[in-house]
């Protein structure tokens, strides 16, 4: 009956274009415009998948600070975003009448993150994924969980305190991101005169601005205090510019699959409207996290006290 649910592993493999697919260690794949996985529906049904594997997989980043990240434990993705996702399957395992349900996680990039939740690799993605009408095509989101600004994270001694400081400058962004897009369109539009260079995920594009390869680094806001948190010296690093655009984070999942979908967004409402919240931002944003106990210092904003007041799937850009 598995059969019935999921196309053989191979075509899996194929359709993702990526080692992680098959289990593999390496994560290379495709940037997400390219991706030509199988419709989402052809992968039948999440909760019958659950149900007959008795496990659910879900996929996770390694430096999305704080939303989902490697910190001590190579086996294990701590952070904001992956405890909502524990939440879920909290739920599952109530719903559903499985209380042994196992865990399994995959790690994802920005590249290959809407290809493995399409063809079945990954049953739910929560991580800093940005929900826009565009991605809306291939994947299903959950309600926003987060508000963010597209911004720049820069060396103090830089002198950088918007875009139109970066003329003849380096910047690094995340390839597949939103901020690649804006960045491109941005240089392209104004002959800003922006060496505009994309790095694999976020941690490579930290490293690229610290080892002077580039002179900023465009991603959203949050990422950058969280990467900043996670710098030898904190206190050298500055998020600067107006924001370009301000994006919603959802928690991905395969379309055409409503009830499972609905699981999720009855999960993450009852957290929305309880002070759990509240308890799991401050642990997040405004307290010492691992790996080095810094404090992001990242107070709710208004936009993100709205979303959570009104829980939505929109997409920023509707």
Same mark, same amino acid.
């Given at each position: 009956?598995?059969?019935?649910?999921?196309?053989?592993?191979?075509?899996?493999?194929?359709?993702? %274009?990526?080692?992680?697919?098959?289990?593999?260690?390496?994560?290379?794949?495709?940037?997400?415009?390219?991706?030509? !996985?199988?419709?989402?529906?052809?992968?039948?049904?999440?909760?019958?998948?659950?149900?007959?594997?008795?496990?659910?997989? %879900?996929?996770?980043?390694?430096?999305?600070?704080?939303?989902?990240?490697?910190?001590?434990?190579?086996?294990?993705?701590?952070?904001?975003?992956?405890?909502?996702?524990?939440?879920?399957?909290?739920? %599952?395992?109530?719903?559903?009448?499985?209380?042994?349900?196992?865990?399994?996680?995959?790690?994802?990039?920005?590249?290959?993150?809407?290809?493995?939740?399409?063809?079945?690799?990954?049953?739910?993605?929560?991580?800093?994924?940005? +929900? +826009?009408?565009?991605?809306?095509?291939?994947?299903?989101?959950?309600?926003?969980?987060?508000?963010?600004?597209?911004?720049?994270?820069?060396?103090?001694?830089?002198?950088?305190?918007?875009? !139109?400081?970066?003329?003849?400058?380096?910047?690094?962004?995340?390839?597949?991101?939103?901020?690649?897009?804006?960045?491109?369109?941005?240089?392209?539009?104004?002959?800003?005169?922006? +060496?505009?260079?994309?790095?694999?995920?976020?941690?490579?594009?930290?490293?690229? %601005?610290?080892?002077?390869? !580039?002179?900023?680094?465009?991603?959203?806001?949050?990422?950058?205090?969280?990467?900043?948190?996670?710098?030898?010296?904190?206190?050298?690093?500055?998020?600067?510019?107006?924001?370009?655009?301000?994006?919603?984070?959802?928690?991905?999942?395969?379309?055409?699959? !409503?009830?499972?979908?609905?699981?999720?967004?009855?999960?993450?409402?009852?957290?929305?409207?309880?002070?759990?919240?509240?308890?799991?931002? +401050?642990?997040?944003?405004?307290?010492?996290?691992?790996?080095?106990?810094?404090?992001?210092?990242?107070?709710?904003?208004?936009?993100?006290?709205?979303?959570?007041?009104?829980?939505?799937?929109?997409?920023?850009?509707?």
């Amino acid at each position: 009956m598995a059969n019935q649910i999921f196309k053989p592993l191979a075509l899996a493999c194929m359709a993702a %274009l990526s080692l992680a697919a098959c289990g593999g260690q390496k994560n290379e794949a495709p940037k997400e415009a390219a991706a030509s !996985a199988a419709p989402a529906e052809a992968a039948g049904s999440t909760i019958d998948k659950i149900k007959q594997s008795g496990t659910i997989v %879900l996929g996770h980043r390694d430096a999305s600070i704080p939303f989902s990240y490697i910190a001590d434990n190579p086996n294990q993705p701590i952070g904001y975003a992956h405890d909502l996702q524990l939440k879920v399957v909290e739920a %599952l395992k109530t719903q559903l009448g499985l209380p042994d349900l196992k865990v399994r996680y995959n790690l994802v990039t920005s590249q290959n993150r809407i290809p493995l939740v399409v063809n079945g690799t990954v049953d739910l993605e929560c991580g800093s994924t940005t +929900n +826009n009408l565009e991605r809306q095509k291939q994947v299903q989101f959950s309600n926003n969980f987060f508000v963010v600004g597209t911004r720049l994270l820069a060396d103090k001694a830089q002198g950088i305190k918007d875009y !139109a400081d970066l003329k003849g400058k380096t910047v690094v962004t995340t390839a597949g991101t939103t901020s690649e897009r804006l960045l491109k369109e941005y240089n392209d539009k104004n002959q800003a005169g922006i +060496n505009v260079i994309s790095a694999k995920d976020h941690g490579e594009s930290f490293l690229m %601005l610290q080892n002077g390869r !580039a002179q900023a680094f465009m991603m959203d806001d949050v990422l950058l205090a969280g990467a900043r948190a996670k710098a030898a010296d904190p206190e050298k690093w500055e998020i600067v510019g107006t924001p370009m655009s301000y994006e919603n984070y959802g928690c991905m999942m395969r379309k055409g699959d !409503a009830e499972f979908q609905k699981i999720v967004n009855d999960t993450l409402n009852q957290v929305f409207a309880s002070d759990e919240i509240n308890k799991m931002y +401050n642990q997040w944003f405004e307290q010492p996290i691992p790996p080095k106990n810094v404090n992001m210092a990242f107070p709710m904003s208004d936009k993100m006290k709205e979303i959570l007041a009104n829980p939505n799937d929109k997409a920023a850009d509707e």
